[in-house]
């Protein structure tokens, strides 16, 4: 394996979890809820997938039980502003607060286990795919959903009657409402779909990245998938493109350290953040401040009954 | 009325949000083929009723029959398939999205949005109606996107059409086309339930009327055999006395000068302000028509230093420039400020009367004394608008969001009125509000012009501004005609500068450009 096709493989490795969470995160924020828990479900799927797949002995097992902690995050995100029509920043916050520590004490007893099943947890996955994988750089399953997930997004929002209807709930629930759209249930689903896609990029992180849980091992990366949101201008190929951007500049910074650049590791550490504020800040600019947000993002419905 | 079956029958409908009834044992009936119009003030309970007969609203008592047929609506949906299309009075359309989108949303099935827009552009070629499939309806004028919403109806082939308010957004002409469609749909067997409170539509083009008045049927009756007189009596229930008023052409100095004021809108998909000149004298009021979008919002910002001008001089109030002068150095100097809406922009939902007195006041009513707020002084001030303006209100000083929009309205006006403002600018002043506080807003407002006030009325509604107006001028795509004395003026020539006639070419819309 050549040094380009390794680093490939990592920046691959580092996109992959970012990527599946914005693209859930666009599909929320297009049906016009902002869900600021992200960090808290992915780390949630992060230690449920991790205690699932060592109490179980097998990864895909794992899987599911993340997938199904990021909805039931989710679920709770949901009934507290669908529901209640509670405000959606302070429940996304809190949810992602309640999410960082309940996953400490689900992972605890887990703390100690990561050497012995590192290996073990690394073969399902990776051995799955031997031919294919080899063929196409060794990536695992969660790589390929994620190439799913964005060619399958994308053409449900713009081919698909659904994903017009879930568009229009986002930029005016209250039309939508008035030509006899049920938006909550339609944002209900949007939510568990975002919450599902959180808990698998945390499974992929405790699972196949860095296959151990450490407490608070997600790192910010729910935050960086909702400002990716925001970079892609709400659409799922530049959710792409700002994923591996990401990703990408987070291995080169590693790989410039390790070559001895001579700027201090955390700055470069920091490197990736500040180049995402930057083309944030960039493409706003450009833009002329004008907004392509669905109009009622972050606006709570309530139906007159 | 005809012994046929009538088409939609609606019998003892009962719906209450809260204590509210907003309808009471309400009884209609629209007869096949039938231009019914449903009349009635602001908060009659006439969306109320519409609403549940398109399924938007589930009814606590009462039934619904279609063709003596007993049918419960449980959604919109449910509605379409029986044939019943609704025209919203606030459109119930997507800007972001491209019109052949919005119509497909409001079709059910899983047709192919390619396949509806072919089907869209035969539908409106077929009735006169020409759209752009592929446009974003941000891009389109107030009568385009109502075009959509009649299309996507007639794209159902509907046997009942609803129609909720349709011409208040619409310019003299427009309504004209939009009759004419009305005629060749009832000619096609297709019954039109049309809500107005135009009382010379209505005697126009229906054949049928139902009147609501405080959620109760108050009579049903030929409107063609009665005058709007009586139609108005039916409706307020009592009689509307006529704002007192002889257009007068002052020969002072004008207090506000505008002198060619350019402006960028800061909302992207706002109208931007080009060259505007205007001239407001003491002692007359001078009326801005339009139809809703054309700047006028962006208009009353830059008049109200919401928006500050690239110059100083462009705004010259009272003789000095205050182009870059915020909203309380022109309170200063005399003048007061009424905006659109009543919630949110003129006053401050949750905050009690009071405080929003205060927001209002504290630059120029002395109602900061040594930095701290004079509260019984506000109270009584809001006492004394109160008692002039005759908002009527439960508690003493309740928040702004517990009064009704008329009462709210009143408020709102009566605070900057009872200022002795020596320049009023006043935003849709009677917009959604009841005949009786309508009447009063636009006498007291008559008053304060024939006090030596000069007042800038901006209107969408055109009988309110011949009605109250002495000077009036147009504005379009952020342009604004030269204002023409009232007196003599024909609607017909304001109706074509409404619609852009007489603006000159070359000046398109600044928002198609961005």
């Known amino acids: 394996m050549t040094m380009f096709e390794a680093i490939l493989l990592t920046i691959i490795t580092a996109s992959t979890p970012l990527l599946i969470a914005a693209i859930g995160q666009l599909v929320v924020e297009r049906s016009g809820v902002l869900n600021l828990g992200m960090e808290g479900m992915m780390i949630m799927g992060a230690a449920c997938g991790f205690a699932a797949a060592i109490l179980s002995g097998n990864s895909y097992i794992g899987v599911l039980a993340a997938i199904a902690a990021g909805m039931g995050m989710s679920m709770i995100f949901a009934v507290l502003t669908l529901g209640l029509a509670a405000n959606q920043v302070a429940s996304g916050l809190a949810l992602s607060i309640f999410g960082l520590g309940l996953s400490g004490v689900i992972g605890a007893p ?155 590791s955390q700055a470069m550490a920091a490197l990736p953040y500040l180049v995402t504020i930057i083309a944030l800040v960039i493409i706003m600019s450009r833009r002329g401040g004008q907004q392509s947000a669905p109009a009622s993002l972050g606006v709570p419905f309530v139906p007159d009954r | 009325m005809t012994t046929a079956t009538p088409l939609m029958l609606a019998s003892g409908i009962v719906k209450r949000f809260g204590a509210l009834v907003a309808n009471d044992s309400v009884d209609l009936a629209i007869g096949p083929g039938e231009v019914h119009a449903l009349l009635g003030e602001n908060g009659a309970g006439k969306s109320t009723l519409v609403k549940i007969l398109y399924g938007l609203l589930q009814p606590d008592a009462g039934t619904l029959a279609w063709e003596g047929r007993t049918i419960s609506l449980k959604s919109p949906a449910e509605a379409r398939r029986l044939g019943i299309g609704m025209v919203f009075q606030h459109f119930s359309l997507f800007e972001a999205l491209t019109v052949a989108e919005n119509v497909a949303l409001a079709l059910d099935g899983t047709e192919p949005v390619s396949a509806v827009a072919d089907r869209l552009v035969s539908v409106s070629e077929a009735y006169g109606l020409p759209l752009d499939p592929r446009r974003e309806v941000w891009r389109l004028s107030v009568g385009e996107r109502q075009r959509i919403e009649i299309v996507r109806c007639l794209m159902q082939n509907p046997r009942l059409l609803i129609l909720d308010e349709p011409t208040s957004v619409l310019t003299p002409q427009e309504t004209e086309g939009l009759f004419a469609t009305l005629a060749r749909i009832k000619a096609e067997g297709c019954a039109i339930l049309y809500i107005s409170h135009k009382l010379e539509e209505v005697r126009r083009i229906c054949d049928r009327a139902t009147i609501l008045r405080h959620g109760k049927v108050v009579a049903t009756c030929d409107p063609r055999q009665e005058s709007a007189a009586s139609l108005a009596q039916m409706m307020v229930g009592s009689k509307v006395m006529p704002t007192r008023h002889e257009p007068v052409l002052s020969d002072q100095a004008p207090f506000l000068r505008v002198q060619d004021l350019s402006l960028r809108s800061p909302d992207p998909h706002g109208t931007h302000l080009s060259g505007i000149d205007l001239e407001v004298r003491p002692g007359e009021i001078t009326g801005i028509a339009g139809v809703a979008g054309n700047g006028q919002d962006e208009l009353f910002a830059a008049l109200s230093g919401e928006i500050l001008a690239a110059r100083a001089e462009v705004i010259i109030l009272a003789g000095q420039p205050v182009g870059h002068g915020d909203i309380n150095t022109r309170r200063k100097l005399g003048a007061a400020f009424v905006p659109e809406e009543r919630l949110g922009h003129a006053a401050a939902p949750r905050l009690s009367l009071s405080d929003n007195a205060l927001l209002a006041g504290h630059a120029t009513n002395g109602f900061v004394r040594s930095g701290l707020v004079d509260k019984p002084g506000t109270l009584g001030w809001v006492d004394r608008v109160v008692a002039a303006f005759d908002v009527r209100k439960g508690p003493r000083d309740p928040a702004a969001s517990a009064l009704s929009g008329g009462n709210l309205q009143k408020f ?82 304001v109706g074509l500068l409404m619609g852009g006639s007489g603006f000159g070419p070359g000046e398109a819309r600044a928002r198609d450009a961005a």
Not at chain 1, 125 to 136: C, E, Q, R, T
Request: with cysteine.
């Open chain 1, 110 to 264: 887990f703390v100690g286990a990561r050497r012995d099943t590192m290996a073990r947890l690394d073969l399902p996955v990776l051995s799955d795919l031997p031919v294919i994988g080899k063929a196409l750089f060794g990536q695992d399953p969660f790589v390929y959903a994620s190439f799913a997930l964005v060619i399958g997004v994308w053409w449900f929002l713009t081919r698909t009657k659904p994903g017009l209807i879930l568009r229009a709930c986002g930029e005016s629930h209250a039309s939508a409402h008035a030509l006899g759209y049920p938006v909550l249930k339609i944002r209900l689903f949007a939510i568990l779909f975002g919450g599902a896609c959180a808990g698998l990029a945390g499974a992929y992180l405790s699972l196949v990245y860095t296959p151990f849980w450490s407490p608070g091992m997600t790192a910010g990366r729910g935050w960086i998938a909702l400002a990716i949101v925001v970079f892609a201008s709400w659409l799922p190929w530049r959710a792409m493109a700002g994923a591996y951007l990401f990703g990408g500049i987070t291995i080169l910074q590693l790989h410039a350290q390790g070559a001895g650049v001579k700027i201090p």
């Open chain 2, 412 to 493: 709102v006006v009566g605070r900057d009125i009872l200022r002795n403002p020596r320049l009023l600018i006043v935003s849709q002043p009677t917009w959604g509000v009841d005949a009786g506080a309508a009447a009063l807003i636009r006498q007291a407002l008559v008053d304060l012009a024939r006090s030596g006030a000069a007042v800038l009325v901006i209107s969408q509604d055109l009988d309110e501004l011949f009605e109250i107006a002495d000077r009036m001028a147009v504005i379009f795509h952020g342009r604004l005609s030269p204002a023409q004395p009232t007196a003599g003026l024909a609607r017909e020539a």
